[in-house]
């Protein structure tokens, strides 16, 4: 088991994608990377006479959210990479998200300006102060236009509260609180106050050496704001209420499936690990993600998942080779849609997965280059285990593990997905006849 992820090679790109999150419109897409950079893409307006334009996504801010730092009581050097980010609810004209790398949260203002006010009295027009014995008249200044400009500004810095890396951030849905999470604490913040938090849950044993399960995620839930899950690296699941108590280290109710101790192996701790934990728009679903499989849980039943998907379970017999390159510890995130009816989640060699929960239809698709030309339709992709393999199919032994899709995002109204395969993020949506 592992606190942390290990160390990458200090040679690695730093743009690799690590987090893709919608707002909560849709209309704009923001990505953090391992260099501690966001993009936020907005969609394009549609235009009369080129109406199936509408829904491309273009550049429309690009900032450093993150330096790397240096711990000097630790002797640690805090990495850059964005871990996650998440989208407060538009209230004005300006947006505002979160982004957070291992131990700081940032609120950034993101806000447009075309006007720019000229002719002060003590200022000339490029800014120095003028010498107050040349001033012979008063200037009224005047509002003129400029070009677009978008600046993005930090309005808020919630830092020093996190001793493990910070894996999860949720805002409420009382758009005043939102909670980070780390391996073994989640703590509870106020979006106006940066010098405190309220420590939540706690689950750091009194001696280390007693530690058997970490934090791997949390989500608020989408309606109750005293409501919020978190998953565990031995694949339970805890659902907490902040009205019980004020540290909510017992939980309300517990989902974890009992191992079929016929699958039992020396890997099954490490492929129980949850990954990641999703709320369901409706709020009466939970969807977790681990190593080989996304089960959907209802709320009302703690006993067993409603659902379990196969993701990859052709891996099953790679297990052992897959702990040797370290793949078996990679954490694959899991996407509602807008009505909650299909999940998606990623695999390796640029493949992801769809699965339609009522029709129980599942599909295969892949996020390369060569099919991501303009108004390219994917084809459904297979892959075989064993025997004769088709001249569409790939075999299990030719899949590329050093591409995998970890980030997806659906858009909350659309069928438009966003999907991160290493450095290049593509875009697709449902065909426009």
């Known amino acids: 088991m592992r606190l942390t992820e290990e160390d990458t090679p200090k040679g690695v790109k730093a743009d690799i994608i690590s987090t893709v999150e919608f707002n909560h419109t849709g209309e704009l897409l923001a990505t953090g990377d391992k260099g501690g950079r966001v993009v936020v893409f907005q969609r394009e307006q549609e235009s009369k006479n080129q109406p199936q334009r509408r829904g491309e996504y273009n550049v429309y801010s690009t900032f450093q959210s993150h330096e790397p730092e240096f711990d000097y009581l630790k002797s640690l050097e805090i990495e850059e990479k964005i871990n996650k980010i998440r989208w407060l609810p538009q209230q004005n004209a300006a947006y505002f998200l979160l982004s957070t790398n291992d131990k700081t949260v940032k609120l950034w203002k993101i806000s447009e300006r075309d006007k720019r006010p000229e002719g002060y009295n003590l200022k000339d027009d490029d800014g120095r102060i003028r010498d107050p014995t040349t001033i012979t008249a008063l200037r009224v200044p005047v509002v003129r236009p400029m070009d677009l400009m978008v600046e993005a500004v930090p309005r808020r810095i919630f830092s020093n509260a996190h001793t493990y890396h910070i894996n999860s951030i949720s805002v409420n849905s009382d758009y005043e609180t939102y909670m980070s999470t780390d391996d073994l604490r989640i703590n509870l913040w106020n979006l106006e106050i940066t010098n405190r938090s309220f420590n939540i849950v706690d689950i750091k044993p009194a001696n280390m050496e007693e530690l058997t399960e970490v934090i791997t995620a949390a989500e608020f839930h989408p309606h109750h704001c005293n409501t919020f899950v978190y998953s565990s690296s031995k694949g339970s699941i805890r659902l907490c209420d902040m009205r019980a108590s004020a540290l909510c280290d017992n939980h309300s109710k517990f989902f974890e499936e009992p191992e079929d101790p016929s699958n039992r192996s020396f890997f099954s701790e490490i492929i129980s690990s949850i990954s990641d934990v999703k709320f369901s728009h409706s709020g009466r679903y939970l969807m977790t993600r681990d190593y080989l499989t996304v089960k959907v849980w209802d709320l009302n039943m703690e006993s067993k998942p409603l659902e379990t998907y196969l993701v990859h379970d052709y891996l099953r017999s790679k297990l052992c080779s897959l702990y040797e390159n370290d793949c078996i510890f990679d ?103």
């Open 331 to 433: 954490k694959f995130e899991c996407v509602w849609n807008g009505s909650d009816s299909v999940i998606m989640t990623g695999s390796y060699n640029n493949f992801f997965r769809m699965f339609d929960r009522n029709t129980k239809r599942d599909v295969t698709l892949e996020a390369s280059r060569e099919n991501s030309k303009p108004r390219a339709v994917l084809k459904p992709r297979k892959v075989c285990v064993g025997g004769k393999r088709r001249k569409d199919e790939i075999s299990v032994d030719s899949l590329d593990f050093s591409k995998k899709i970890l980030h997806t995002a659906w858009h909350p109204y659309e069928n438009i997905i966003a999907v991160a395969a290493t450095n290049n993020l593509y875009i697709f949506q449902d065909k426009v006849n």
